[in-house]
């Protein structure tokens, strides 16, 4: 009787124990949910949830150039995503959704099992509504508290909201891979279309895509993908809905997906400036939350055709001049505009931007060399001189007071005696500048030189005429461009117009033009350019094939450190340099005409190559008389070099040679 009574009283102590411990773990886990459901955020958040969105940069031709995100995503309402998929992602991710209220007990019991039997973390259990609660409240770390707390946020989402409100919300939620977030993103992304246009077979992809975007990933990993678009088709089938016929062809059906339907790595370095732009003006928000649109001016042909022109140019300089054998990299840089509108159709501003982001066509401040020289023959013609005026190309000695004796010297160190404009240009003669830039003065070359677009620190000094000061290409390419444009000045743009995501205008480039030299005067400079490419020091443009009417300048500096060639059509002005970042000598005798010129060409060809031929038309108030090259006056039958060449009406020379005015003699 005692013993029984005493294991009565046992028992009754150890209920007491295990009815205390439960009371207590009970009491702590309450006290905890309770604890945890007060900082939790409220799920009223998912009316108001705003997800950031894409913004898209476009080309000119409206072709997708590039795209700026914290997460790739694009919104889609319920019913515009296919059944077929909404259908496979609930087998594949959670076949109890319509079910349960927030929490599956038996995935979660399965999944408990299958982390104690392997002693790690290998399966979550988480329904489609705890995964949603995940991904817009949480963070991915695998721990008790944060899955407590994803339980009930999943309940509370479940008490207030529809399934279809939270399916919407998930499949534009999950992620998908490849910095795809949402079906929409997704099928844009793998398949180059709108969700609403997927197959079965696409839809059975991407339904398997969120259990592991990684392992399934269908661009890196394939055939695993393969594998799990057929586990999710043998799901389908099983449920009915598709037949097993369907889904035993489908397999068998290639994945179907494209690399990227977004250029990768074209234009980063017009891209970057881009970004500075709008950053500056709207902030990061608009780029990379906001969902607006950005339609630019370039042009992604003439993009991919002046990269692929640096790389294969620099590459010939490499093997030709043995530069890979150096530690520092041969840099070039080329900008194209449209000289009518100011737009920016290509620009690259280096060898490599993932090496270097330096942008040289817009930043890098370089001696320009014998391309600034048609500065100083704009300054001459608005003087009074003529494309027939005379200047001696011969050796000259200056005293410059504070600075000692200056004595220029021609890049070929030969002198060619009394030359027109017109030759002295188009051989870039050094001593011809010098003589015009000391009659006229270098102040007046200066304030052209300013008109025409070079924003650059000018240095009054005589071998200003020589391009001593640095100056960026950009500005070198617009200023000439304007002549292209007859005179007209155009400002150098990139972005066309930004429209947010609802369609409202934000910004919009307002157009802006001016006369700043005469057009008589911009078509005389346009022809004696012209000369440079026909018979001159850009001559080698010809050889390589560019036969089209276009005017240019070569430009190479005294040190050889610099390489330029800017050069012009009606349409389209482009300018390149090449050189080391390094103010170091590129090769001995690196002229522009040898480093730079081929890029240029090579550029042109492939950017007219479709276009209609244009010629610069001469404006009124041109007139074309025969000279004589070696007087600059009106021809006789005698004189042994003639041209015909163009002068403002009235500025034509009135007598004619005295060099040849009779039979020449024996």
């Known amino acids: 009787?005692?013993?029984?009574?005493?294991?009565?009283?046992?028992?009754?102590?150890?209920?007491?124990?295990?009815?205390?411990?439960?009371?207590?773990?009970?009491?702590?886990?309450?006290?905890?949910?309770?604890?945890?459901?007060?900082?939790?955020?409220?799920?009223?958040?998912?009316?108001?949830?705003?997800?950031?969105?894409?913004?898209?940069?476009?080309?000119?031709?409206?072709?997708?150039?590039?795209?700026?995100?914290?997460?790739?995503?694009?919104?889609?309402?319920?019913?515009?995503?296919?059944?077929?998929?909404?259908?496979?992602?609930?087998?594949?991710?959670?076949?109890?959704?319509?079910?349960?209220?927030?929490?599956?007990?038996?995935?979660?019991?399965?999944?408990?099992?299958?982390?104690?039997?392997?002693?790690?973390?290998?399966?979550?259990?988480?329904?489609?509504?705890?995964?949603?609660?995940?991904?817009?409240?949480?963070?991915?770390?695998?721990?008790?508290?944060?899955?407590?707390?994803?339980?009930?946020?999943?309940?509370?989402?479940?008490?207030?909201?529809?399934?279809?409100?939270?399916?919407?919300?998930?499949?534009?939620?999950?992620?998908?891979?490849?910095?795809?977030?949402?079906?929409?993103?997704?099928?844009?992304?793998?398949?180059?279309?709108?969700?609403?246009?997927?197959?079965?077979?696409?839809?059975?992809?991407?339904?398997?895509?969120?259990?592991?975007?990684?392992?399934?990933?269908?661009?890196?990993?394939?055939?695993?993908?393969?594998?799990?678009?057929?586990?999710?088709?043998?799901?389908?089938?099983?449920?009915?809905?598709?037949?097993?016929?369907?889904?035993?062809?489908?397999?068998?059906?290639?994945?179907?997906?494209?690399?990227?339907?977004?250029?990768?790595?074209?234009?980063?370095?017009?891209?970057?400036?881009?970004?500075?732009?709008?950053?500056?003006?709207?902030?990061?928000?608009?780029?990379?939350?906001?969902?607006?649109?950005?339609?630019?001016?370039?042009?992604?042909?003439?993009?991919?055709?002046?990269?692929?022109?640096?790389?294969?140019?620099?590459?010939?300089?490499?093997?030709t001049y043995r530069f890979r054998d150096t530690l520092e990299p041969l840099q070039s840089a080329i900008v194209a505009i449209e000289p009518k509108t100011g737009a920016i159709l290509s620009m690259v501003g280096g060898r490599d931007f993932s090496k270097s982001m330096f942008n040289r066509a817009m930043d890098a401040r370089r001696q320009p060399g014998s391309a600034f020289k048609p500065f100083t023959w704009i300054a001459a013609l608005e003087s009074g001189y003529t494309p027939a005026s005379i200047v001696l190309d011969d050796s000259i000695t200056v005293n410059i007071p504070g600075a000692g004796i200056y004595s220029p010297s021609n890049f070929d160190n030969q002198f060619l005696g009394p030359v027109t404009l017109r030759k002295g240009l188009a051989l870039s003669r050094n001593l011809v500048a010098i003589r015009l830039i000391m009659r006229i003065g270098p102040e007046k070359v200066i304030g052209y030189a300013r008109r025409l677009g070079i924003t650059s620190p000018l240095e009054p000094v005589l071998s200003l005429a020589l391009g001593c000061s640095s100056v960026t290409l950009i500005d070198m390419v617009s200023a000439f461009a304007t002549l292209a444009n007859y005179g007209v000045r155009t400002i150098p743009f990139m972005i066309q117009k930004i429209v947010d995501e609802k369609g409202k205008l934000l910004y919009e480039h307002q157009e802006f033009s001016e006369q700043i030299i005469s057009c008589e005067t911009a078509y005389l400079i346009t022809s004696l350019m012209q000369s440079v490419l026909d018979e001159g020091t850009g001559v080698n443009a010809r050889v390589l094939g560019f036969t089209i009417p276009s005017a240019g300048k070569t430009g190479t500096t005294d040190n050889c450190t610099d390489a330029w060639f800017i050069g012009f059509t009606p349409s389209l002005a482009c300018g390149v340099w090449v050189g080391y970042d390094q103010m170091k000598k590129i090769y001995k005798n690196a002229t522009g005409s040898v480093f730079a010129l081929p890029i240029w060409t090579d550029f042109m060809i492939k950017a007219t190559r479709d276009t209609l031929i244009e010629a610069f038309e001469a404006p009124q108030g041109i007139v074309t008389k025969k000279i004589c090259e070696t007087s600059g006056k009106l021809a006789t039958p005698f004189c042994e070099s003639v041209r015909e060449e163009v002068f403002i009406n009235g500025t034509e020379p009135a007598t004619v040679c005295d060099i040849h005015s009779s039979v020449k003699k024996k």
Request: glycine share 6%.
């Open 1 to 319: 009787m005692k013993k029984r009574k005493a294991k009565t009283i046992k028992i009754k102590k150890i209920v007491f124990v295990v009815f205390g411990i439960y009371s207590f773990c009970a009491g702590f886990l309450f006290s905890l949910v309770y604890t945890l459901n007060k900082t939790l955020p409220s799920v009223t958040l998912l009316e108001s949830y705003i997800p950031s969105k894409i913004t898209r940069l476009y080309d000119r031709n409206g072709k997708v150039l590039h795209e700026f995100y914290e997460q790739r995503r694009i919104p889609i309402p319920l019913e515009d995503i296919p059944k077929p998929l909404i259908d496979a992602t609930i087998l594949a991710e959670d076949r109890k959704f319509y079910r349960h209220w927030g929490i599956d007990l038996s995935g979660i019991t399965r999944a408990m099992l299958a982390n104690i039997l392997h002693l790690r973390v290998t399966q979550g259990g988480s329904t489609i509504t705890q995964q949603l609660a995940r991904n817009l409240f949480l963070t991915q770390e695998r721990s008790v508290l944060r899955k407590i707390k994803e339980t009930l946020l999943a309940i509370n989402i479940e008490h207030s909201y529809s399934k279809s409100d939270i399916l919407e919300l998930y499949l534009n939620q999950i992620y998908y891979g490849n910095g795809a977030y949402g079906v929409e993103s997704a099928a844009e992304l793998y398949f180059g279309k709108s969700a609403t246009e997927l197959s079965i077979a696409e839809c059975a992809l991407l339904a398997g895509l969120p259990r592991g975007p990684i392992l399934y990933n269908p661009i890196i990993h394939p055939m695993s993908a393969i594998r799990r678009r057929a586990f999710v088709l043998n799901l389908m089938a099983n449920e009915g809905i598709i037949s097993k016929e369907e889904a035993a062809r489908v397999k068998n059906a290639p994945l179907g997906v494209i690399r990227s339907p977004i250029p990768q790595g074209i234009g980063l370095y017009f891209v970057e400036e881009v970004k500075k732009w709008v950053t500056e003006r709207f902030g990061p928000d608009l780029l990379y939350r906001g969902g607006a649109s950005i339609y630019t001016t370039l042009d992604i042909d003439l993009q991919q055709a002046a990269e692929k022109s640096v790389k294969e140019g620099l590459n010939r300089l490499d093997i």
